[in-house]
Every structure is written in structure tokens, then in C-alpha cells.
């Protein structure tokens, strides 16, 4: 059974930076796409970012320029560097597998970002 373990989240200031990162256990993850998901207050939780096997990316268009996807194949690792952060991207941040209208793996606990205007 595959875990994710998503950490790094907090509070800070608009335009302050965080780094987020997700740990999976239980199974390699450079064999899948993952991804970045944004549950902000009252809304529902939405794909921010993705990775491919090769490393192609793909961001909302809220975030392009801002945030960076990337992820560590040997430490099963993957990482989301949000930069210039407005209050919007408040929320709780998960990481999962995307495929068509559902997700491969069981949700984790999901990492807090709150920023501050």
C-alpha cells in the first residue's frame, strides 16, 4: 500500500516563498505522474501542478511563473518551490498520482500553506 507523506507547509507573509515536499512509501514513484493538488476554504481540491516521467511539467494558470514542480526519483520524493505567494494559494496542499477523473493512491494528511496579506 502506498503512502504519501506531505510536508513543509506554514504561514507566511504575500510574496514570501515555501518549499513542500511529498515522500512516498510502499512503491517507486518515477514510473507514475504526480502531482500537486490545492484545497483552498470552501472549495474543492484542484490539480496546481504535474510531472511526468521525463520530467514535462504543467501548472494552473494561476500559479505558472510562481511555482515549480520537480521531483527526486532515487529518494521517491517530489517537490513543489512556491515562490511570489499571494493569499490565494491558501490551503491544504496534497500529493498524488493524476490519471483521467480520479487519483492512483489514497490521499495522505495534506500539508497547511496560509498566507498572510
Known amino acids: 500500500q502506498v503512502q504519501l507523506v506531505e510536508s513543509g507547509g506554514g504561514l507566511v507573509q504575500a510574496g514570501g516563498s515555501l518549499r513542500l515536499s511529498c515522500a512516498a512509501s510502499?512503491?517507486?514513484?518515477?514510473?507514475?505522474?504526480m502531482g500537486w493538488f490545492r484545497q483552498a476554504p470552501g472549495k474543492q481540491r484542484e490539480l496546481v501542478a504535474q510531472i511526468n516521467r521525463a520530467g514535462d511539467t504543467w501548472y494552473i494558470d494561476s500559479v505558472k511563473g510562481r511555482f515549480t514542480i520537480s521531483r527526486d526519483n532515487a529518494k521517491n520524493t517530489v517537490y513543489l518551490q512556491m515562490n511570489s505567494l499571494k493569499s490565494e494559494d491558501t490551503g491544504l496542499y496534497y500529493c498524488?498520482?493524476?490519471?483521467?477523473?480520479?487519483?492512483?493512491?489514497?490521499w495522505g494528511q495534506g500539508t497547511q500553506v496560509t498566507v498572510s496579506s
Open positions: 498524488n498520482a493524476p490519471v483521467v477523473g480520479r487519483v492512483l493512491y489514497p
Open positions: 510502499g512503491r517507486i514513484l518515477n514510473i507514475d505522474d
